[in-house]
């Protein structure tokens, strides 16, 4: 059974940062497309971020580019999702997903198949 588990949401004033972590198990972690998908209160679903199996590859909305981070650790099963200079529009839930490696790494929230149960982030001003 694949479990994402997303941790370290949390409530932060503007142009704080915060680091948020997944653990994905169930599934080959090495093998996998990880991302980040974000809901605001009466919004629909955004794509946030996404880092190929290895690494070597990763992709950004333009909304955040420049300010969140996306990494991955494989010996621990683990994706980040570093947050710097966060903004009020950044509140929302943020949900850890997972996919299938492609050739090209796929930036639509569609394209994961597996959820966590999301993680609130507040930025208050």
């Known amino acids: 059974q694949v479990q994402v588990v997303e941790s370290g949401g949390g409530l932060v004033q503007a142009g704080d940062s915060l680091r948020l972590s997944c653990v994905l198990s169930?599934?080959?972690?090495?093998?996998?497309?990880m991302g980040w998908v974000r809901q605001a209160p009466g919004k629909e679903r955004e794509f946030v971020a996404a880092?190929?199996?290895?690494?070597?590859?990763?992709a950004y909305a333009d909304s955040v580019k420049g300010r969140f981070t996306i990494s991955r650790d494989n010996a621990k099963k683990t994706v980040y999702l570093q947050m710097n200079s966060l903004k009020r529009e950044d509140t929302a839930v943020y949900y850890c997903?997972?996919?299938?490696?492609?050739?090209?790494?796929?930036?639509?929230?569609?394209?994961?198949?597996?959820w966590g149960q999301g993680t609130q982030v507040t930025v208050s001003s």
């Open positions: 880092i190929n199996y290895s690494g070597s590859s990763t």
């Open positions: 997903v997972t996919g299938t490696s492609r050739p090209v790494l796929a930036v639509t929230s569609s394209a994961y198949d597996y």
């Open positions: 169930g599934r080959t972690f090495s093998w996998s497309a």
